[in-house]
């Protein structure tokens, strides 16, 4: 089947304007991931769904940054007022959280660049 | 999370096999140990987890210690294409995130 797909694959934007960053996860899970990854940095988490309610938001580095999800279905990462600093690649898993485990499986990330 | 600990670079020869230690001295009883490699410009791959068995899937295997202190991945004939950046990360369902560290960047050389 069709794994996580993110969609723009990249983004160029002007400071001060508004982002929407696009995660279709894998059909069926339940657990849904953003992550954002610096240049030559490892990744940080930012939030955690489960359904379409996000019991841990606590990697959202300011309240330019929201998340939301539709049901066990897509989710939509945006960035207020975008800022040179908020350019990295963001990063999309996905989980089933079968067997008590949390395989996430990961999108190819969109490139987000801040002029 | 237990944190985990893990040699910054390893080279290794091409067709050998490749074993990446990692430690994990505070790990809990209900933690499982995942291993995921993130090849250049690409989102993270899973490779393989385990609890307290080891456990060997088409692409590697993990050997964990009794203690599960540490494990170690092994990639038994390592090709060009298996470098990348390795990232062991111990974690359970009850917190909803992996926490990356730096990882083990692996150098396959022909």
């Known amino acids: 089947g069709a794994g996580v797909s993110q969609s723009p694959s990249n983004k160029v934007t002007e400071k001060g304007k508004d982002v929407e960053l696009r995660c279709d996860p894998i059909s069926g899970h339940t657990a849904l991931y953003w992550y954002r990854q610096r240049l030559g940095q490892g990744l940080e988490f930012l939030i955690y769904?489960?359904?379409?309610?996000?019991?841990?938001k606590s990697g959202l580095p300011s309240d330019r940054f929201s998340a939301e999800r539709t049901g066990e279905s897509v989710s939509t990462l945006t960035i207020q007022r975008t800022q040179q600093e908020d350019s990295a690649v963001y990063l999309c898993a996905s989980s089933s959280l079968a067997g008590g485990t949390d395989t996430q499986y990961f999108g190819p990330g969109t490139r987000l660049t801040v002029l | 999370d237990a944190k985990t600990t893990q040699p910054t670079s390893m080279d290794c020869a091409e067709g050998r096999a490749a074993n990446l230690p990692c430690n994990h001295s505070?790990?809990?009883?209900?933690?499982?140990v995942y291993w995921y490699r993130q090849i250049h410009s690409q989102g993270p791959q899973y490779i393989i987890h385990g609890l307290k068995n080891n456990e060997t899937n088409e692409m590697a295997s993990l050997i964990i210690t009794e203690d599960r202190k540490s494990s170690t991945l092994i990639l038994p004939h390592a090709t060009l294409r298996d470098t990348a950046v390795y990232y062991c990360?111990?974690?359970?369902?009850?917190?909803?995130?992996?926490?990356f560290g730096q990882g083990t960047t692996l150098q396959v050389k022909p």
């Open positions: 505070t790990i809990s009883g209900n933690e499982y």
């Open positions: 769904f489960q359904g379409n309610s996000a019991p841990d």
């Open positions: 990360i111990v974690g359970s369902s009850n917190t909803g995130k992996l926490i």
